[in-house]
């Protein structure tokens, strides 16, 4: 029996086992991945926006997070899989057969990429899948490439691609863009971006390396199909909450309702970070989230 558990090892859950351990609470981080960070593996941009700290990228965000779990007393078990967990109970099934309790529960697990789910996708991944502009574009320097999504992160990517390809197909399902004006002005005054609203793209074609892409113009018309080495997909997220289905409120898009203290409608259950934050999702709201639940958590606690 543990104090608190916590399942996912990115900002929010590191920050939550950090200030429990302070707080003097009993606490084991669960993580699926070989190593803690979640989402900060992906971040190959600077971050220039963490309060007091620079990174050049997530990776060395990361290690300065490192420095202060690796001296905090907690347990961690990464590479730990989840097959059920009862939230009403706080019990939690591991794929290794163990089960765990806790006093109090947190979900942590953050969100991951939506896919397009069209033939080629996964197929080709690492085969010219473009998984970020920052670090891959030099990779796809002087070849066509094709960029799918409307908002910021996907306009972005087109905007850095645009920088070292000949051409950069942007495909958007919406009829404009969403992307702030800052990047939409820049947008329009390259020729080497086509944008393709209204559009999908519904396959993505090669055998050893992907080679094109077929993209449909408005519902009825007959898809054609463009020659590209690279693609890179940015629509948006999903939270990861399928453990979780049916057993607390989540929102239509499957994101945890909590209240300001970080509850769920389940007693003892608290959800922290982007798993529960759909509007704006960053670092520092989720290491805060975190302080806010190991905070709440301990004031519970009458020993
Ligand atoms: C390209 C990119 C750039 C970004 N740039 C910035 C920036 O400049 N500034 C900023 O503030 N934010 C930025 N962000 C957002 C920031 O990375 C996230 O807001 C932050 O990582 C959220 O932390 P989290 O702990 O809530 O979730 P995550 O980082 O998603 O971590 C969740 C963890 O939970 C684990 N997990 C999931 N399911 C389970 C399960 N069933 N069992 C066990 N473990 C599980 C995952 O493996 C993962 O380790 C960026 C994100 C990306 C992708």
Redesign the pocket.
């Known amino acids: 029996m543990h104090d608190v558990i916590i399942?996912?090892?990115?900002?929010?859950?590191?920050s939550t086992a950090f200030w429990c351990d302070e707080l003097g609470l009993d606490t084991l981080v669960?993580?699926?991945?070989d190593a803690?960070?979640?989402?900060?593996h992906?971040?190959?941009?600077p971050?220039?926006?963490?309060l007091g700290l620079k990174a050049r990228n997530?990776e060395e965000l990361l290690e300065r997070f490192a420095a202060d779990v690796d001296n905090a007393d907690f347990d961690l078990w990464t590479q730990?899989?989840?097959t059920s967990a009862d939230l009403k109970a706080r019990r939690i099934a591991l794929a290794s057969g163990e089960e765990l309790q806790s006093i109090a529960i947190v979900i942590?697990?953050?969100?991951r990429p939506r896919e397009l789910g069209v033939p080629g996708e996964k197929e080709l991944a690492g085969k010219g899948m473009i998984e970020?502009a920052t670090r891959d574009r030099q990779l796809f320097a002087g070849h066509d490439v094709c960029v799918v999504g409307g908002g910021d992160?996907a306009v972005e990517n087109a905007l850095l691609l645009a920088e070292v390809c000949p051409t950069v197909t942007l495909v958007h399902r919406g009829k404009k863009l969403r992307a702030r004006s800052e990047f939409t002005e820049q947008l329009q005054a390259l020729h080497c971006i086509t944008v393709f609203t209204e559009s999908v793209l519904t396959r993505i074609i090669g055998d050893e390396r992907a080679e094109a892409v077929e993209i449909q113009r408005k519902q009825g018309l007959k898809p054609f199909q463009l020659a590209v080495r690279g693609v890179l997909i940015r629509i948006g997220v999903e939270p990861?909450t399928d453990?979780f289905k049916g057993q607390l409120e989540t929102d239509e898009g499957g994101y945890v309702v909590v209240n300001s203290q970080q509850e769920t409608n389940v007693p003892m259950v608290f959800a922290?970070?982007?798993?529960a934050?759909p509007v704006a999702?960053?670092?520092?709201?989720?290491t805060g989230a975190g302080a806010t639940a190991a905070k709440v958590i301990a004031s519970r606690f009458t020993r």
């Open positions: 399942i996912g090892a990115g900002p929010a859950g590191l669960l993580e699926q991945a803690v960070g979640g989402q900060l992906r971040v190959y941009n971050i220039n926006n963490y997530g730990t899989s989840i942590a697990t953050g969100v970020s992160a990861n453990l922290v970070g982007d798993v934050n999702p960053t670092i520092s709201g989720a």
